[in-house]
């Protein structure tokens, strides 16, 4: 390989795919493979495949399904990110029920969007999770938010600004688009959520998201 062709290569988002639908998987490869900037890496039938193939070969995204012939698409990401911590993992599933895309993140997903993705949707939910978003369809995002809006705050420690940030990082929003929602500065928006890893003591988005979970939050 030319140091020229290296150099386009390592410049790509590349993405590898776990699904047991082959028309899936090749459907996937092709945009991918014909889209600028992206690259395919890897392509699994299941989760066993991918947990021996992946850490040999590994890519920037997965997407992966939940439901996968010989095990829950959870459990094979719990497994992957405790050997490959950085792989940023999006959930690529027409399963909608709540109690599996809670599952997901828990397990350590950073996005869950539905198959009926326009191409062009599919392309930006990666770029977004590379770049350190959590993308979701709408339909997934109306499903968290409105798990979050049936209660009350059931986290007294949170004021009410501080829960409205979160909904929203809730679903996958950036700073920027935060703030924009709320009408407050990014700089405003990451004091809020440094208040709020800190009433909750976690470190991250996606432990405040589990943490809420456990707490009956979502």
């Known amino acids: 390989m030319s140091l020229i062709t290296e150099y386009t290569r390592l410049k790509m988002i590349s993405v590898a795919i776990v699904d047991a639908k082959r028309d899936v998987r090749e459907g996937v490869q092709g945009i991918l493979e014909t889209s600028d900037g992206f690259c395919c890496l890897g392509s699994y039938a299941n989760g066993q495949s991918a947990l021996k193939g992946l850490p040999d070969c590994p890519s920037d995204v997965l997407l992966i399904e939940t439901d996968l012939p010989d095990m829950q698409g959870a ?12 792989l940023r993992v999006i959930m690529f599933t027409n399963s909608l029920r709540e109690e599996q895309i809670f599952t997901a993140f828990k397990a350590g997903a950073l996005g869950y969007i539905s198959k009926t993705f326009f191409p062009s949707c599919l392309l930006n939910a990666i770029r977004d999770v590379k770049a350190g978003g959590a993308p979701m369809s709408p339909s997934v995002a109306k499903r968290v938010v409105t798990s979050f809006s049936q209660l009350e705050n059931p986290l007294p420690l949170l004021s009410k600004r501080e829960f409205d940030v979160m909904a929203l990082l809730c679903k996958g929003y950036s700073y920027r ?28 988005r996606h432990e405040a998201l589990i943490k809420a979970a456990k707490v009956g939050m979502v």
């Open 75 to 86: 459990d094979c990401v719990r497994l992957l990110l405790e050997e490959m911590p950085g």
């Open 177 to 204: 688009k935060i703030g924009e929602r709320l009408f407050v500065s990014p700089n405003t928006v990451r004091f809020h959520l440094k208040n709020i890893y800190r009433k909750l003591k976690v470190n991250s």
